[in-house]
């Protein structure tokens, strides 16, 4: 009998999984008000920026994939903003840099979280953005009970916050104290932001998109535009240690949206995975499900042996390695050709025996790659940056989120909101929120595929995955985790949409990830044949792993993936399910 730690939830009004409670049953309430599925979704984006402050915020990203009951072509929410007009490689190195700051003014890009989230209102969206709000706005202002990693993380960096961001420490060390698990935390001044965002709009009359509108413009070239640009210009500490002054504007505020685009697609065993273009690492996983297409029947792999662990991670690692050499905004992808059976049969030979360490990308159409100088071996880091979801040690360091809807109408969503956590900047006071870090994920080398550009958006982690069956949405799936999204999505889809899993069984079943590729977070380290694994996959399997080369930690038995997932099915049944790992994610839905 498959273990399950809980009920794949069925029924047929509406489904929602995301990484934290209070976030799935916000966005529940909204499909009972009537609205649809991107109200809810939007709605428990704005929440899980008051409830997961140490994983995402206003002050970061969000993409999303969408299909429309009235069609379902999956299109891409792009809510990843740009590097400013003055993040030039020469001003970095100017300042002694090698590497773009891990956290601090100096790593933030344009925010595009809150500005996706009014787009897809504007486009998608049924109820007031006062309903849609409201929710955030009551825990922002009144209070919610925190999880424990709220506190631990505030922990990790109370020095930091003491000594350097005295902002910070206000809203976090009020008490004198990180807050205490289920302690009341309240945001009053974000509270405020937000009911700001909702009058402006209201202002406009009563049409929605006047509305929205309206809001959007306060957001960009109102009153958060100006005091984003004025605190940009304050010298803060940073993870290089020394103190920078930001870079972002009210010019680059203002010269921000999100905006619509077309999925990046493959056709798999039956089924259209649609993700993000190559401007996200999105690809990689269409990559790695057309290699292991090329190595045999995906749904004969045992995904409890040694011999499928190998098999995938080996795969993945190839797939990385062209997500180093070819991945970028703005680049030259040769992306019809990664995703060709031609060239994923020659990926496909590649996979030996034992494992490689070495860091191998292709050369589609003949291109020769080029990689960035890597970091190999310890390197220190101090507690502003990283991936929490992936250390081993339960480390508390800035990570995502993630949400999923579907509604009775066949409406479905993914988003992967991130960035912008507490750890990644010092809080903005007038609005209650910090800038994001994502400008970390950019290269100080010229040439690259993701080197630093003004207006470039970063070659982001953050990758939501949408499922078609036959033309007609069936999946919306995704997880935090950084480099790991795509490793463990695969895992999951392997076992759901090749295996036949129920979506909760796909979720609990051991994951596994390598870290055998330059890191997408500062100081971009390399573990040539690093291997993570739950210690459920017992003492045979590692051994195993170990004998045929592969650098192995061992993980807690719970600890890799935070997957979330909502399906449909042609009758109208509709299903969820959400990771227990971290005791957090909750699917909810009738």
Known sequence: MTFTTRPTLRGTFGMVSSTHWLASQSAMRILELGGNAFDAAACAGFVLHVVEPHLNGPGGEVPAIVATADDPTPRVLAGQGVAPAGATIEHYRSLGLSLVPGSGPLAATVPGAVDAWL?????????????????????ARNGHPVVARVGDTVETVRELFTEHWPTSAALWLANGRPPAPNELVKNPAYADTLERLVTSGEEAGTDLVAQIERARLAWREGFVAEAVDEFSKLPHRDSSGEDHAGLITGADMAAFTATWEDA???????????????????????????????LGDPSDLDLTSADAVHTTVEVMKLSYADRE?????????????LLSPTYAAARAALVGPDASLELRPGMPDGRKPLLPTMTTGDVTVDATVGEPTVAPDGGTRGDTCHVDVVDRWGNVISATPSGGWLQSSPVIPSLGFPLGSRAQMFWLEEGLASSLAPGK??????????????????????????????????????????GGQELQVAIDAPAWHTTGFPSSFYPRATEPGGLVLETRLGTAVRDELIRRGHVVTESDAWSLGRLCAVGREPDGVLSAGANPRGMQGYAVGR
């Open 119 to 139: 787009l897809l209102l504007r486009d998608h969206g049924t109820l007031p953005l006062r309903t849609v709000l409201e929710p955030a706005i009551d825990y």
């Open 264 to 294: 990046a697609t493959l056709d798999w065993h039956g089924h259209t995975v649609a993700k993000t273009g190559p401007w996200g690492q999105g690809p990689a996983l269409l990559q790695s499900l057309a290699v292991l297409a090329e």
């Open 325 to 337: 050499a070819w991945y970028g905004d703005g680049a030259d992808v040769p992306l019809k050709t």
């Open 457 to 498: 958006r970063p070659r982001t982690t953050l990758t939501p995955t949408l499922v078609l069956r036959d033309g007609v949405p069936v999946l919306a799936c995704g997880s935090p985790g950084g480099d790991q999204q795509d490793q463990w999505q695969l895992l999951f889809l392997l076992r759901h949409l090749a």
